[in-house]
């Protein structure tokens, strides 16, 4: 499993083709609603789950997929990017797991990210 206190991993900008490395792991019916990348790991947000992609040793063939399913959320968090500090970030809190923490630079449209997570664990 990923090491969700290691900040450094989270570190995520939107990046579509992303998602293509959890397209095996879809299920019928299953959308791809967005897509996050870090250097070498990511983040793909689903219409049923978050998945998080741990991609490891030095050729990157080795991968660590994380599925953290919606209804498994009592609670987040959305801290949104400001003036100075152009960083945003998302907590979420699942019942057995605890707290996820992740980071995203650049661009990103926070509410949508709310929305998706709303949708799906209210």
Request: with cysteine; charged share 25%; hydrophobic share 40%.
């Amino acid at each position: 499993m990923i090491d969700f206190d290691n900040k450094g991993f989270f570190k995520l900008k939107q990046n579509a083709g992303f998602a293509e490395k959890v397209a095996p792991l879809l299920l019928d019916g299953e959308e791809v609603l967005d897509s996050f990348k870090s250097l070498r790991d990511g983040v793909v947000f689903t219409s049923k789950r978050i998945i998080a992609v741990n991609v490891q040793g030095l050729t990157g063939s080795k991968r660590d997929f994380t599925s953290l399913p919606y209804k498994n959320i009592v609670a987040y968090s959305v801290e949104t990017s400001g003036t100075f500090d152009l960083d945003a970030e998302l907590q979420v809190y699942f019942s057995s797991l605890g707290r996820i923490t992740f980071e995203f630079s650049g661009s990103v449209h926070m509410t949508d990210i709310c929305h998706y997570i709303s949708r799906f664990s209210l």
